[in-house]
Structures are given as C-alpha cells and as structure tokens.
C-alpha cells in the first residue's frame, strides 16, 4: 500500500461522544483537518454508517469499522479511535441490535481492492482478544501505532508523511 499515512496524527486516544454519529463525526473531520479525506467524506461516512453499520461485538472488545467511498479520499489511512466509554454501534448485518464499542478503525482508501486488503488484515486483529485489550489499554498513540504497524505487517504503513 503505496502513500498510506499512519502516524499519531489519526490516533485518537479518550475519544468522548454519547452516540456513534458523534464519535464517526470527530475521527472523520481529524481527517479533513489533516488534509487527507475531503470534506465530502464526513457526510459521506456518516451516511453510509446509518445505512450499513459497522459494529463488530468481537470477543473482549467490541469494534467498529466505519468507512466510505473512495471518491472522498485525498490520501490512504487507518484512523484509530480509542473511546474513552462504550458507544452503542450498530451491529453489522443487524440494524435492530447494538454492541458497545470501545475500538473504532476508521478506514479511508482510495481504491476497493486496498479497502478490502486492509480490511482483512484488520479482521485477523479483531479474532485476537488479547491484542484488543492491548491496544485499548496503550495511554499513548505512538505505542498504539507500533503495535498496529506490526500486527498488520503493513511495510508501507511506514511512510506517508503529510
């Protein structure tokens, strides 16, 4: 993955929202501020979770996943949300059910087949309870991108300054 921007700048930490339209609305527009999606994406995003949400209630440490159309992307990123309480997300595949959050991976590619590679490493991480834990348990961003940089064995995860 060529260009891909992960750096402590999309690493949120203590992230506070009472609904999961709030906690999407702040990682989404850290992403325009920092010049990576355009400012159509928040809209976007937003639109595309209330109608295919993300929620996974994996083992431990619910997540969710939150991503949208390519057009809306400026450059490739993972942004990490670490809430500071659950948020109830709607479960994937289930709109009648929620599962309460506390991991949020929001994804903005700028073409299919990277959005589905990325997706999938990611899915290997949700299996993992234990590395859930431990992501949720880092008190800082730089340690939370070590250990995503080498759980997803990502080496163009490296580059991409702004």
């Given at each position: 993955m060529s260009n891909f921007v992960f750096n402590e700048s999309v690493i949120l930490l203590n992230l506070e929202g009472e609904k999961d339209s709030e906690i999407i609305q702040i990682m989404a527009e850290n992403l325009v501020d920092q010049g990576l999606v355009k400012e159509s994406f928040v809209p976007a995003i937003?639109?595309?979770?209330?109608?295919?949400?993300?929620?996974?209630?994996?083992?431990?440490?619910?997540?969710?996943?939150?991503?949208?159309?390519?057009?809306h992307v400026r450059k490739?990123?993972?942004?990490?949300?670490?809430?500071?309480?659950?948020?109830?997300?709607?479960?994937?595949?289930?709109?009648?059910?929620?599962?309460?959050?506390?991991?949020?991976?929001?994804?903005?590619?700028?073409?299919?087949?990277?959005q589905l590679n990325l997706l999938q490493r990611l899915i290997e991480i949700f299996q993992n309870a234990n590395l859930l834990r431990d992501i949720l348990n880092q008190s800082n961003a730089t340690d939370i991108k070590n250990l995503l940089e080498e759980k997803l064995e990502m080496v163009d995860f490296k580059g991409g300054e702004k």
């Open positions: 937003l639109k595309r979770e209330d109608e295919f949400p993300t929620g996974l209630p994996t083992e431990g440490v619910s997540v969710a996943i939150p991503h949208t159309d390519a057009e490739k990123t993972l942004s990490v949300g670490v809430l500071k309480q659950p948020v109830d997300f709607k479960i994937m595949g289930n709109n009648s059910k929620t599962t309460s959050v506390q991991l949020v991976f929001m994804l903005a590619m700028d073409k299919a087949d990277s």
